[in-house]
């Protein structure tokens, strides 16, 4: 805190209610709720989540389910984090300088959830927590299990912490604010806190982490026909792996351009301001398209961007598939809706009334608490599809990617 009254008064009344560092918590304390839910239901339709990301199945049925467990964590995350925030608001009651002066609350529970997650408590979970740290450590330099070891775990844990990439941000920005002489880290927002660089780096790991996946599953697939000496039929020759990758690679744009966006002057880069918004506006664009094409068609198996006769096929409803899990058709509709509108939020840019919403803290807040909402309706139908590949056989790629990765199956 650097007690400047010039700099006090610009704290905006969303970040006196719910300080940086809090709502980092608070949507991370959603996530373990929310991943409760994804496994209290997936288990309620006969999908065996353990199984699938070859977690240790419960023995007798006297253990604690795995959706329980999951809850105990996160009430034992909640609980603190309610307390803290009404001691907060009682010590501070609105006022700018003694939110700044109270930063250690936020930062002690950060602290205490830490410790509390990595702490071997017997009665919170403590295997569970153990696998997600040991997954963690993997996933965290890219790296991925085989298939029989987790492979699915992985890929599902990686994907969730690309919706996370924004929290992981303001985490930072919270931290460097924190052990900064000049800021505080319940003050307003400091976006430019160690620099250009960091910000977005930080950002982009989580699809630093995913895109090298990708290409150890396609060196995988490579090295397997090799052995083999020709292409396997179910794997192929992994151009499907690349095409991921690819999918990835198009997020990287999207942060170097918004992070140009945001310097004081972005013309002193070499181009105007109209320029530098074209490029991010066909960035994100190219982004979000493919991203919603990739969640329905292959992560989901939907055959909505497929031909016309399979779309129409009368073994399925229009645009779904022949083998559901979830068996009212309304839900994967809904789902893809869903999934298209929270993939272009971006476009409040373009509305002259909420152009700035993006860049107010309650609107910044919101987006990402969104974003967590789409990968948790995203996982329930994730995980359903890759019980569905296990148990009905593995379907046949969508038509629009197929045809091409097919093509040169054939020609090799």
Known sequence: MDGDPAVEPQLDGFSR????????????????W????????????????????????????????????????????TIPLILSLFLFWALTNGSPSDIAAWEILPNLYLLILVVGFVAPIPFVSRNGRSRTLATLKRISIGGLAEAQDGKFGDILLADALTSYAKVLGDLFISLCMFFSSKHSSTGPPNRSCGG???????????????????????????NANKRTGGINSSTGWGGVHLANALKYSTAFPVIILSAMQRQPEPSKL????????????????????????????????????????????????????????????????????????????????????LDHFND?????????????????????????????????????????????????????
């Open 17 to 32: 209610v719910l300080p940086l560092p809090y709502r980092v918590s608070l949507i991370i304390v959603m996530g373990i």
């Open 34 to 77: 929310a991943w409760g839910l994804n496994l209290h239901y997936l288990s309620l339709i006969k999908i065996d989540v353990p199984s699938l990301v070859r977690y240790p199945s419960r023995t007798s049925p006297h253990h604690t389910p795995h959706h329980l467990s999951c809850y105990r964590v996160a009430t034992f995350s």
């Open 196 to 222: 250009a660089f960091w910000v977005p780096f930080i950002i982009s790991i989580p699809s630093l982490i995913r895109l090298r996946q990708c290409l150890i599953e396609y060196f995988r697939v490579r």
């Open 270 to 353: 070499g181009m105007s301001e109209a320029t530098l918004f074209r490029l991010w506006l066909a960035a994100v664009f190219l982004n979000s398209g493919y991203s919603f094409y990739w969640d329905v068609a292959r992560d989901w198996d939907l055959s909505l961007f497929s031909s016309k006769a399979e779309r129409e096929n009368p073994e399925h409803p229009w645009g779904l598939r022949k083998h559901r899990w979830i068996h009212a058709k309304e839900m994967y509709y809904g789902a893809i809706i869903m999934d298209a509108m929270l993939r272009c939020t971006w476009s409040f840019k373009l509305s002259p009334h």
């Open 360 to 412: 107010l803290e309650g609107g910044i807040f919101l987006m990402e608490a969104l974003e967590v909402f789409r990968r948790w309706v995203w996982i329930f139908f994730r995980v359903e599809t890759e019980w569905v590949r296990n148990h009905r056989g593995p379907v046949p790629d969508d038509i629009l990617l197929g045809e091409v990765l097919n093509k040169y199956d054939e020609d090799d």
